[in-house]
């Protein structure tokens, strides 16, 4: 219950930065006309959809497991994953289509100094809650955290982009320059909505391990092998933050029941102190003299 206190914590964190931010968002692209702005303002507001849904997810994918759901609520997470990046390709679309419009019919920018300065201080805050966020993700194995971090991170760059177009404007006076940067911006969230839909469907289909923690694994049970006579049909997949790994092991047929439960005890144990969250499942096959 702690570890689940301490992500939703982290994600509320998220809701609120996100909501402060698009209110300055829109007064700067009001006050500016920068369609640059305006687009940094859209992806925010994805943002905020997405940092809601990985604050919902996060509260339920850690609901225990039940009779209808044996393996618990983790996917929760990964399909949370798949719609932000859904929502975050949505919102490159939108700030496309403005772009373009005003690529052809560019609008003189004002107030270029609270424009920089709001992107800046918004580049600023996203920082330092995106390194809240990844610290956290990293410590629970969140997926919903680490894409919201993403979409965070993302930011800083667009943020620190639109300043540097509307500082370029006011030293050229070339106003096109703020369509440009819009456009620059959506193809970065493009970029990043794929990589993201992209690792959550891989989770949402019970992809492997990774190849470092599947050798990890095989690792600790060779460390076991004076006790069994051999190990195999290793298959491993992840549901959130929960890592299952399934293997079977061939045992001398003369071992008594209590002797078995202590060899697959102890490998269960290893494992679980080298990768936290896994769940081992081991089956026992008899050694059969041919």
Not at 68 to 79: C, F, M, Q, S
Not at 90 to 97: E, F, G, L, T
Request: no cysteine.
């Amino acid at each position: 219950m702690v570890t689940s206190n301490k992500r939703v914590k982290v994600a509320f964190l998220s809701i609120i930065s996100n909501s402060l931010l698009i209110i300055f968002k829109i007064i700067a692209g009001i006050l500016s006309g920068s369609v640059s702005i305006i687009s940094e303002a859209i992806h925010s507001g994805m943002d905020l959809i997405a940092s809601l849904i990985a604050f919902l997810s996060v509260r339920y994918s850690t609901k225990p497991a039940d009779e209808k759901h044996p393996y618990g609520h983790g996917k929760i997470e990964n399909l949370s994953g798949l719609v932000e990046g859904f929502l975050i390709f949505i919102a490159a679309v939108m700030i496309m289509i403005e772009a373009l419009k005003k690529l052809f019919k560019p609008i003189e920018i004002e107030q270029e100094t609270i424009a920089i300065t709001v992107m800046i201080v918004a580049a600023l805050v996203n920082y330092f809650v995106s390194r809240i966020l990844y610290r956290v993700a990293k410590e629970e194995d969140s997926m919903a955290l680490e894409a919201d971090a993403l979409h965070l991170k993302t930011d800083i760059y667009t943020s620190l982009g639109v300043a540097l177009g509307i500082f370029l404007i006011k030293i050229t006076g070339l106003n096109i320059l703020d369509s440009i940067v819009a456009i620059f911006v959506a193809l970065l969230i493009i970029k990043e909505a794929w990589g993201l839909s992209k690792n959550a469907f891989h989770y949402i289909i019970d992809v492997r391990l990774s190849e470092e923690e599947e050798e990890e694994i095989e690792k600790i049970i060779k460390e076991h092998n004076s006790k069994f006579i051999d190990y195999h049909k290793l298959k491993t997949r992840k549901s959130g933050n929960m890592k299952h790994v399934d293997f079977h092991i061939t045992v001398n047929k003369n071992l008594t029941v209590e002797e078995t439960h202590n060899i697959i005890a102890s490998l269960k144990r290893d494992i679980n102190e080298k990768l936290k969250n896994t769940r081992v499942n081991i089956h026992v096959d008899p050694f059969k003299n041919k």
